[in-house]
């Protein structure tokens, strides 16, 4: 299932989001292959903005299973982790520091040509 076009971003209005936030998002527009992807992107301030304490509920939850999961690698997701994922449109990934250096490592390779089987 394709999201909804364009993808319209909204940033928290705090001074730091302000400073890195329209350089990532102008980046991974005029890097993304396809055409109107991506529309415009924004600033709104937390206590006004649902999408934005959503999107900190998210990532909160996602931090606290990476921490839990750290501890006990048997450890079940949140139920509340668990809901917003119910319908398959939230998709969870662990950012580990080996894996970023993996990711950096693939795509140096396939901008160079070398691709691995």
Aim: glycine share 6%.
């Amino acid at each position: 299932m394709e999201p909804a076009k364009p993808i319209w971003c909204l940033f928290d209005s705090r001074q730091k989001a302000r400073e890195f936030a329209p350089r990532i998002f102008h980046i991974v527009k005029l890097q993304c292959e396809r055409p109107n992807t991506f529309g415009e992107m924004g600033f709104g301030e937390m206590w006004r903005t649902p999408e934005i304490q959503a999107a900190d509920l998210v990532v909160y939850e996602g931090a606290r299973h990476l921490i839990e999961k750290q501890h006990n690698p048997n450890a079940r997701m949140r139920e509340s982790l668990r809901k917003l994922g119910r319908k398959q449109k939230l998709f969870m990934i662990e950012v580990t520091e080996e894996r970023l250096q993996a990711y950096v490592e693939l795509s140096r390779k396939a901008q160079a040509g070398e691709f691995q089987d």
